[in-house]
C-alpha cells in the first residue's frame, strides 16, 4: 500500500504517511467519493490539466508548481512551469522524484509489476532486484541511420532506478491523457511508462548539398521523429531538453519559424515545412548560398515547445540543389 499524497510505501498500522504527514487513506476510503465541499476547493494544473488540491505545493501528475500565475511573454511563449528540486510525481503505484536542478535526474521507485523504458545511454544507477530487459522497436533496423539504438531498454519494479542526461538543461514530465499523442524529436527522451506506446515516422524535412560530384543529404530535425500515444489510461512521459523550455500554442493556420534543431517536440496536428530567406542585396565571395537563413516552419493547430539551447546545422551554408517541401522569402 501507498501513500495517495506522495507515492511513499505505508506499513501495517500506520495512520500518517512518514514522508508527508497526510492520513493515510485506507483502500476503501479512498474509492469513496469525496464530501462536495473538497471538490469544490479542488484545481487544475496550468500544465497537465490534472485535477490538483490547491493547498499543495506541486502538481502529483507531473511536478508543476502549483498557486504561480504561467511566465508567459508578449510574444506568446510560455515557460516551463517551475518544477522544485526534489519534487515528486505519483505515477499509479510507483513514483518519480526530480532530483536537481541543472543535469536533472529522474530517480523513479517502481511498484512490484510497474516499468518504463528507455534508451540504454541515459540509466544512471539502480537497485539490484530491478529486473532490465529489451524491448525490440518496430522497423528498427531502419533507425540506424539516425544513429538511433535498435533496442529500448525496459525495467520492471519492484525497487529504485534513475534516469539522467549528460546536459545542462530541464526535464520535463509530459502528463500524457487516454488517447493523446505527441510527436518528439529524436534523441529528447529520458524515459516513459510502459502503457505509453513508442512508434516513429519520417519527418519529410531534407534538403541536399554539393560539392563537386559528392552530393549529401541534410535532415535539420532529423530523419525520423519519435511519436508517443496513451492508450485507454494515462501515461507519463519524460523528456530532457537544454538550456529552458519553451511553449506555445499555435492557433489554426497560424504560423511560427523556429530554428530546426531548437524543436523539442510537437502535437501531432501541427504540420512542418522547410522556410528560406534570402538577404537578396548581398553578395560575397562564399556565393549566394552563402547569405541564407534556413527555418522551419511550424503551423497550427497545436503545441509546439522549443529549447533555449540548440546545435548548429550541419549543411546550412553550403550550396543546396534539392529540398523538401519549403516557402521562401526574400529581402
Not at 493547430?301 to 540543389?321: C, D, K, W
Request: glycine fraction near 10%.
Amino acid at each position: 500500500m501507498f501513500c495517495v499524497n506522495c507515492g511513499t510505501p505505508v506499513l501495517d498500522g500506520q495512520n500518517f504517511c512518514r514522508n508527508c504527514g497526510q492520513p493515510v487513506k485506507r483502500p476503501a476510503e479512498a474509492a469513496a467519493p469525496p464530501p462536495p465541499q473538497a471538490v469544490a476547493n479542488r484545481g487544475r494544473c496550468n500544465w497537465c490539466g490534472a485535477e490538483v488540491d490547491p493547498s499543495q505545493p506541486a502538481c502529483a501528475r507531473c511536478g508543476a508548481a502549483l498557486g504561480m500565475p504561467a511566465a508567459a511573454a508578449e510574444s506568446g511563449w510560455t515557460k516551463l512551469p517551475a518544477r522544485k528540486d526534489m519534487t515528486k510525481l505519483q505515477i499509479g503505484n510507483s513514483s518519480c522524484q526530480i532530483e536537481g536542478l541543472y543535469v536533472p535526474v529522474a530517480d523513479m521507485n517502481l511498484a512490484a509489476g510497474d516499468s518504463v523504458y528507455f534508451t540504454h545511454h541515459v540509466l544512471l544507477w539502480k537497485d539490484p532486484q530491478v529486473n532490465i530487459t529489451t524491448m525490440s522497436l518496430k522497423g528498427g533496423w531502419k533507425r540506424m541511420f539516425a544513429g538511433l539504438p535498435l533496442i529500448m531498454t525496459q525495467a520492471e519494479g519492484p525497487g529504485r532506478i534513475a534516469f539522467s542526461k549528460d546536459d545542462p538543461g530541464e526535464l520535463i514530465p509530459v502528463a500524457l491523457q487516454p488517447g493523446q499523442s505527441i510527436d518528439v524529436r529524436e534523441h529528447m527522451l529520458l524515459a516513459a511508462t510502459s502503457n505509453v506506446s513508442y512508434d516513429w515516422f519520417q519527418t519529410g524535412i531534407w534538403f541536399e548539398t554539393k560539392n563537386g560530384d559528392d552530393t549529401e543529404t541534410h535532415y535539420p530535425v532529423g530523419r525520423f521523429m519519435d511519436r508517443f500515444t496513451s492508450p485507454p489510461t494515462p501515461g507519463l512521459l519524460l523528456l530532457h531538453a537544454g538550456g529552458n523550455v519553451f511553449v506555445r500554442n499555435l492557433a489554426p493556420g497560424q504560423a511560427i519559424l523556429v530554428k530546426p534543431t531548437a524543436l523539442v517536440f510537437k502535437d501531432p496536428t501541427v504540420q512542418m515545412q522547410l522556410h528560406f530567406e534570402h538577404p537578396g542585396a548581398i553578395f560575397t565571395t562564399w556565393g549566394y548560398w552563402g547569405n541564407r537563413y534556413l527555418w522551419l516552419r511550424l503551423t497550427g493547430p497545436g503545441r509546439v515547445a522549443i529549447q533555449s539551447v540548440f546545435e548548429r546545422m550541419e549543411g546550412e551554408s553550403r550550396n543546396m540543389t534539392r529540398w523538401s517541401s519549403a516557402t521562401a522569402t526574400r529581402w
